[in-house]
């Protein structure tokens, strides 16, 4: 239930632009890209599609919900990006799709250029072996001896070696005789692909492309001749990339690895800057940067946020399996977050620990991309599991609140409170107490027990004299008041509040009596004042009280004159009586104003 | 020769009378019910944020949140220090002014052309069962006032003694005249009958011209006054600061720059202002009290402690120190000499503070988890002063916390009442002796620590009390120093790079001595 409303009141963030359940795309968020390939300022939505996962792969272009046109690619594709690959006009963003050992730029969404990866070092003793299978001086068990037994060794063959591997005796003969001629190559397969900007900022500058490789390696490439411009080697597979900075300026690649890791490459560095490795806990399913923070999210359901430095800064634990991360920078409204794709079918969009929103969608999302489409500033496009295509556009009064929607401490908690710094007398005087610990308490109990006494001894003294005007008279305690002068006295079920009014030299005062017990009546109460007559006249001195409804306040007044013009005042008692006690239950001392003189003449 | 003699013998006889009834104007400000209310000298009635000292916390406010910090009945913090006016807040109904205590403790005159002073010319009065020295319906006043030397005295005993302003405006006016417009005393004797007279444009014009003829410190601080009255701070500010560059360091000046601050609610302000004032005169007990209380509230009692231990260094002597002593080694967890302080402040206290003391000692019972020495004390408070409204707050948690909700509830409306109903002074937590401080008020004030009230207000029907109970003993646990109290204000010494860091050391020592 609760959920649900959260679901209301959250998801209107956005609008539904656009839902197609059959579409039939398998693909990830590497995957996808949004791209203004036609320069003509409406967004382009490029995926490429894995096909059944084994044949008929695609690269498809959506203009706004149209499919605007379909490519075939060789292999599986790993990755897509665009950028600029050279300075004409229009500016066209060229398309690289990642798949095998190869990179395919689509330049106006033709075929352009075809990137291999270099090859790599085959083992001298394979190779050595190969180049004997085709002059026939080996036979072909030998040869798979002397293979097995090098893989056993720990060296990487090459595929044509491992496929021999695995052939049955029989097959070999054929096998050999049919690869022996053509040259011998080991590749490689591309992980995962990035941009990275050559020597300017600009949105449109040209961009070299950054490519992470199954021979735990990351090259840089060189747009405009496509060669390697520089090579790094990592520890382990690197499989998510995070970019920034300018290739001739200063560069720093964040790449999280199969291993678990997450490094730090910097310009000038050919490994990865082992200081700044981050180690997690599970292996990472994706990674975000947005601005010095990388958020990663990992197997175990816990989203991670680092610093750029690996100071792990928080972590949060998932509702459920993390499928996706995708940075939110949404620059109209100053937001920047991740939005988390969860197996339990939804979305939810972080700014920093905070949940802000949480999206419902039919079914688990594994592909998201946040950004430009069509002519819409801030689109949401999501494909799930089963193959839909889902858009979202965020509403433009859309607001993230930072308040946080999951349970826990409210964000307030979070706020640091302002403590002044500790001052060198405090340090002093904590030293202080720390060597004079026993000392101090024990004169702190002593001081205790005695005061304890005293206030007890007071508070009696103050219990006998509320019964007692003379007594009140006598306690410093009985100070007058004025104009309000309230008693709660201990007698709990009549309260009265004695209000002076005016500024004389008549006066009016004010008895508001109050029976204060739930069922019980007040009768036969009478109120009679006790005051100097030379200095005060009483226009009623005595006042009869009728019964006293519980609940309900009563007032009486009187006027009183002043008799004086020399600007002198004295205190004035009121008595609350009742017939046949000797003793008032109430005693009210007032301290008269002063009265003001007739104005000067 | 006779005559001469004669004249000097009345010149002396009226100084004489005078003097025993001299107070310092530029001091004693007090605000009538009348100029409060019927305030027609207001430029404008919607001020713009922060140039008001009418409607305080508009501000950029500096310094602790007045949940931290109480404040008065109109919005401004509570000052470390009592002088007149810093009582009683501004009445917002006829109603709710004519109800505040007028006794001759916390009194608000009528007018202040009534009220206090006239009861010092009355006072003189009743000691002179002869009737007055001098006749004024007899006088000539033009034959006076061409003499310039009778006539000053005249004058002061005009002013001053028979505080018949309208006499003493006359004789002023004739006299300066007589003078030919040459002499500025005259000129700011003129002021000062103008002020009374509440003609704040005059007085400031006779300021100014007295001004351009003779810079003196006491016109600068008249003139501020004349401004702070017409409700402009900022050029009030700005009047001291000129006279700051005629006579660099003058500390009234200064600190007359800092009660402004203070009134504006720009604490920081206020107290780098006070820092300044010990820089010239470390012995300044305004200074010290206000940047003690300004320290106690922002969470560093350590510090406040030092400057509250400077001022008994320095003779102050009283419940409000003691008390305010007790709170910082309390909060400071100088355990040891708490409750001594409080014992102190309980046998100096007099009516007025007695209340007070019992109240922060509830709350250092608080602190100790005592309830019921906690409940005890916070009875004491409320029989020294009936209408101690954070006394009965607390104790209205305390009821709550036993399960008495019924009478928890009626306690904590009463406090509500007594809060809202217009008890400045009182109920602000502002206790000090203004009594005797005609000239420069040396008591320095309780601050309080109160919580809000506002939370009692639903609780009408029972069931929101209840719900409310988890609330308060939060209140508890927390901070014991949930509706609490306060302390008093101490002078204090000289800004912290002063008092050697040695000395820190000592001082528990001295601490111990002078107890």
């Known amino acids: ?601 | 020769m006779d005559l001469v003699l004669t004249q000097a013998a009345w010149t002396l006889k009226t100084q004489a009378l005078t003097g025993q009834v001299y107070v310092d104007e530029v001091e004693v400000d007090e605000e009538g019910i009348a100029e409060v209310l019927m305030d027609d000298n207001v430029i404008a009635n919607v001020s713009r944020p922060g140039t008001s000292l009418r409607k305080p916390g508009t501000s950029s406010q500096s310094g602790p949140s007045p949940g931290v910090r109480p404040t008065s009945q109109s919005g401004r913090p509570l000052s470390g220090f009592v002088r007149p006016g810093t009582q009683g807040g501004r009445p917002g109904t006829m109603e709710q002014a004519i109800r505040t205590p007028r006794t001759a403790h916390t009194a608000r005159p009528v007018t202040s052309s009534s009220g206090r002073f006239v009861r010092l010319g009355t006072a003189s009065m009743l000691s002179n069962p002869d009737g007055p020295f001098i006749n004024l319906a007899r006088l000539n006043f033009s034959k006076y006032a061409s003499r310039p030397n009778l006539a000053k005295a005249l004058f002061e005993y005009i002013f001053h003694h028979e505080n018949d302003i309208r006499n003493a405006l006359e004789l002023a006016a004739l006299a300066t005249e007589a003078c030919q417009f040459k002499d500025w005393w005259w000129k700011v004797q003129l002021a000062k009958c103008y002020y009374r007279l509440g003609m704040y444009r005059d007085a400031g014009k006779q300021l100014k011209s007295a001004l351009d003829q003779q810079a003196m410190v006491d016109i600068f601080l008249y003139l501020g006054k004349v401004y702070v009255r017409l409700d402009q701070p900022l050029t009030a500010i700005e009047t001291y600061k000129q006279g700051l560059e005629k006579f660099p360091g003058e500390t009234s000046l200064l600190t007359s720059i800092a009660r402004i601050y203070e009134g504006l609610t720009e604490m920081d302000n206020a107290v780098k202002i006070y820092k300044d004032v010990l820089q010239f005169d470390n012995m300044h007990v305004e200074a010290i009290a206000c940047i003690a209380t300004h320290y106690f509230y922002t969470d560093q009692p350590e510090m406040a402690l030092k400057f509250y231990r400077r001022l008994l260094q320095m003779g102050v002597y009283n419940a409000e120190l003691f008390n305010n002593l007790g709170l910082c080694c309390f909060y400071a967890q100088q355990y040891d000499m708490t409750l001594t302080c409080f014992q102190r402040a309980l046998s100096l206290a007099d009516d007025q503070t007695l209340a007070d003391v019992w109240f922060n000692i509830g709350h250092v019972a608080l602190g100790i988890c005592d309830h019921k020495l906690a409940y005890q004390c916070f009875r004491l408070a409320l029989a020294s002063n009936n209408d101690h409204a954070e006394a009965y707050n607390n104790l209205g948690v305390l009821e709550l916390k036993r399960g008495h909700v019924e009478s928890g509830r009626d306690t904590c409306k009463l406090s509500f009442n007594l809060r809202g109903e217009g008890f400045h002074s009182k109920a602000s937590g502002v206790h000090g002796g203004e009594v005797n401080s005609y000239h420069r008020p040396v008591a320095p004030t309780f601050a309080g620590r109160r919580s809000e009230y506002k939370w009692f207000l639903s609780s009408e029907d029972r069931h929101a009390t209840v719900s409310h109970i988890p609330k308060m003993s939060f209140f508890f646990t927390i901070g014991g120093t949930a509706v609490l109290s306060e302390t008093t204000s101490l002078r204090f010494a000289p800004s912290e790079d002063r008092i050697s860091r040695d000395r820190a050391s000592g001082s528990w020592e001295n601490l111990c001595d002078l107890l």
């Open chain 1, 1 to 601: 239930m609760d959920s649900k409303e959260k679901l209301s009141d959250t998801s209107d963030k956005w609008l539904d632009a656009y839902n197609d359940r059959v579409a039939s795309l398998y693909t990830f968020t590497q995957c996808m890209t949004l791209s203004d390939i036609k320069a003509d300022g409406d967004w382009k939505l490029i995926i490429a599609d894995l096909g059944t996962g084994s044949y008929d792969m695609k690269l498809k272009v959506y203009k706004n919900t149209n499919l605007m046109s379909e490519h075939t690619i060789m292999d599986l594709p790993t990755g897509v990006v665009t950028f600029y690959l050279d300075t004409l006009e229009p500016r066209t963003p060229a398309i690289a799709v990642a798949s095998g050992p190869y990179i395919y730029i689509y330049k106006n969404l033709r075929p352009y250029f075809k990137f291999t990866l270099p090859p790599l070092e085959i083992h001298p003793v394979e190779q050595d072996l190969w180049d004997q299978a085709r002059q026939d001086h080996v036979s072909p068990i030998i040869m798979k001896e002397t293979l097995e037994s090098l893989r056993q060794e720990g060296a990487t063959l090459t595929t044509r070696s491992l496929r021999l591997l695995q052939l049955d005796p029989s097959d070999l003969d054929t096998f050999i005789q049919v690869q022996k001629s053509a040259p011998l190559k080991r590749q490689t397969v591309i992980t995962c692909l990035g941009t990275l900007k050559k020597n300017l900022a600009d949105d449109d500058a040209i961009s070299c492309l950054v490519i992470g490789t199954e021979s735990k390696a990351i090259y840089v490439l060189d747009p405009e001749a496509f060669t390697v411009l520089a090579t790094m080697e990592l520890p382990s597979v690197p499989v998510f990339l995070s970019v920034n900075g300018l290739y001739d300026v200063e560069y720093r690649i964040v790449t999280s690895c199969r291993n678990g890791c997450v490094y730090t490459i910097k310009r000038g560095s050919n490994e990865a800057v082992v200081k700044h490795t981050i180690e997690l806990k599970s292996q990472p399913v994706g990674m975000e940067r947005i601005g010095k923070n990388i958020y990663v999210g990992t197997m175990d359901q816990m989203l991670h946020c680092f610093t750029a430095k690996g100071k792990k800064l928080w972590s949060i634990k998932m509702p459920a399996t993390i499928m996706t991360l995708e940075a939110i920078d949404f620059k109209p409204k100053g937001f920047s977050g991740v939005a988390v794709a969860l197996g339990n079918s939804q979305v939810q969009i972080y700014k920093e620990k905070y949940l802000t929103d949480v999206i419902h969608t039919e079914d688990v999302v594994t592909g998201l991309r946040f950004g430009h489409f069509a002519r819409e500033d801030g689109t949401l496009v999501m494909t799930t599991r089963s193959g839909s295509l889902f858009v979202k556009i965020l509403k433009r009064t859309a607001k993230f609140e930072e308040r946080d929607l999951s349970a826990g401490p409210p964000a307030a908690q979070n706020v640091k409170l302002n403590v002044p710094k500790k001052t060198k007398l405090f340090v002093d005087q904590t030293l202080r107490e720390r060597e004079n610990a026993v000392a101090m308490h024990r004169t702190f109990q002593r001081d205790l027990y005695l005061l304890r006494l005293n206030v007890a001894r007071e508070y009696v003294k103050a219990l006998e004299n509320s019964m007692n005007p003379h007594l009140i008279r006598s306690h410093r305690a009985s100070q007058a008041y004025s104009s309000g002068w309230l008693l709660e006295q201990l007698k709990p079920n009549l309260k009265t509040l004695f209000v002076v009014q005016g500024v004389g030299p008549t006066f009016r005062l004010t008895v508001n009596l109050q029976n204060t017990s739930l069922t019980q009546v007040s009768t036969s109460l009478l109120i009679t004042f006790e005051y100097d007559d030379k200095l005060y006249s009483f226009h009623k001195k005595l006042i009869q009280v009728p019964m006293l409804v519980p609940g309900l306040m009563y007032l009486y007044e009187s006027f009183i004159d002043c008799l004086s013009d020399k600007g002198v005042s004295d205190t004035v008692k009121v008595y609350v009586l009742k017939q046949g006690r000797s003793m008032p239950l109430i005693t009210g001392v007032i301290s008269m104003p002063v009265s003001e003189a007739v104005v000067l003449s």
